[in-house]
Structure formats: structure tokens, C-alpha cells
């Protein structure tokens, strides 16, 4: 069992920036991908920034050049750096950990940019 506790989240204006963390917690664990995904109202919950174990990553366009995710892996813990931030990025934004053939989510820590 693997439970993710996220921090960091709030109001910014637009251009701003926020950083997200994300500390995982449990026993005997082996974490593998950790990332983030957001989810905006009445919109399906998107995949923002995976980080591996050996620290590769992926982003989604429309974050690519602004955002950056990072990873302690002596922590177990994840962040998102959030630069240059848009009204768009509004969203609730989750932590997930994949534990192969599990995975887990965090409950989420709102966003929000104002124009």
C-alpha cells in the first residue's frame, strides 16, 4: 500500500509560478513511474509530467518549455516546478505512483490561475 500526500498548490496570476510536491509513504517500496496528471472542470483528468526511476520524462504540449518534474527518489518524492503558469492550467492537479501492476493516486491539490 502506498499512500502520496500533495502539497503546494494555490492561487497565482497568470505568469506566475507554483511548485507542487508529492511525498509518497508505505512499505516495502518500489516505486517505478511517478507523475502528474490535472483535471479541469467537466474535463477527463489528462497526464501533465512523468519521471521514471531513472529519471527520464514526458510532458504534454501544453506544458512542455514551462513546467519541469523532478524526483527524489531517497525521498520518495516527486515535484513539479510550474513556470510561466496560464488560466488554462487551472485544474485540480494529482500525484500518481505506479507500482507495477498497481497503482495509486493522491487526493489532489487545486490550482488555480487567475487572468
Known amino acids: 500500500q502506498v499512500q502520496l500526500v500533495e502539497s503546494g498548490g494555490g492561487l497565482v496570476q497568470a505568469g506566475g509560478s507554483l511548485r507542487l510536491s508529492c511525498a509518497a509513504s508505505?512499505?516495502?517500496?518500489?516505486?517505478?513511474?511517478m507523475g502528474w496528471y490535472r483535471q479541469a472542470p467537466g474535463k477527463y483528468r489528462d497526464m501533465v509530467a512523468l519521471?521514471?526511476?531513472?529519471?527520464?520524462?514526458a510532458y504534454a504540449d501544453s506544458v512542455k518549455g514551462r513546467f519541469t518534474i523532478s524526483r527524489d527518489n531517497a525521498k520518495n518524492t516527486v515535484y513539479l516546478q510550474m513556470n510561466t503558469l496560464k488560466p488554462e492550467d487551472t485544474a485540480v492537479y494529482y500525484c500518481?505512483?505506479?507500482?507495477?501492476?498497481?497503482?495509486?493516486w493522491g487526493q489532489g491539490t487545486q490550482v488555480t490561475v487567475s487572468s
Open positions: 500518481n505512483a505506479k507500482v507495477p501492476p498497481l497503482e495509486y
Open positions: 508505505g512499505s516495502g517500496l518500489m516505486i517505478n513511474t
Open positions: 519521471i521514471t526511476i531513472g529519471s527520464s520524462t
